[in-house]
Nanobody, 128 residues
Framework: QAQLVESGGGVVQPGGSLRLSCTAA?????????IGWFRQAPGNEREGVAV????????FFAGSVKDRFTISRDDAKNTVYLQMNNLKPEDTAVYYC????????????????????WGQGTHVTVSS
């Protein structure tokens, strides 16, 4: 059973930046998986934020974070990053990473059920 681990969350002021990391425990390789980032705010459903394909061929973003967030992966470090800039209070949520063994598509990457493995989440709070 793969275990994904998120890190990098914290408290930041509006306009600030954070970089989240997603890695895998127990020798599990992320190389052949698309990795998505999702978030869930209190009282809200989990929503897709960004995804990057295996080999960094394609990436997709939610409209609310496009032009503020970037996603990248370093397969040598078995890590996927979510760089979040110009953070807003509405970005406050628990952020999760998830691994998908299938080809990602713009029309379906946000579907939670397609992902094979999930992490436990890291908290991000944007507040002055």
């Amino acid at each position: 059973q793969a275990q994904l681990v998120e890190s990098g969350g914290g408290v930041v002021q509006p306009g600030g930046s954070l970089r989240l990391s997603c890695t895998a425990a127990s020798g599990f390789s992320l190389d052949n998986y698309a990795i998505g980032w999702f978030r869930q705010a209190p009282g809200n459903e989990r929503e897709g934020v960004a995804v990057i394909s295996s080999g960094s061929v394609v990436s997709f973003f939610a409209g609310s974070v496009k032009d503020r967030f970037t996603i990248s992966r370093d397969d040598a470090k078995n890590t996927v990053y979510l760089q979040m800039n110009n953070l807003k209070p509405e970005d406050t949520a628990v952020y999760y990473c998830a691994a998908d063994s299938k080809t990602i598509r713009s029309s379906s990457w946000t579907l939670i059920g397609r992902y094979d493995y999930w992490g436990q989440g890291t908290h991000v709070t944007v507040s002055s």
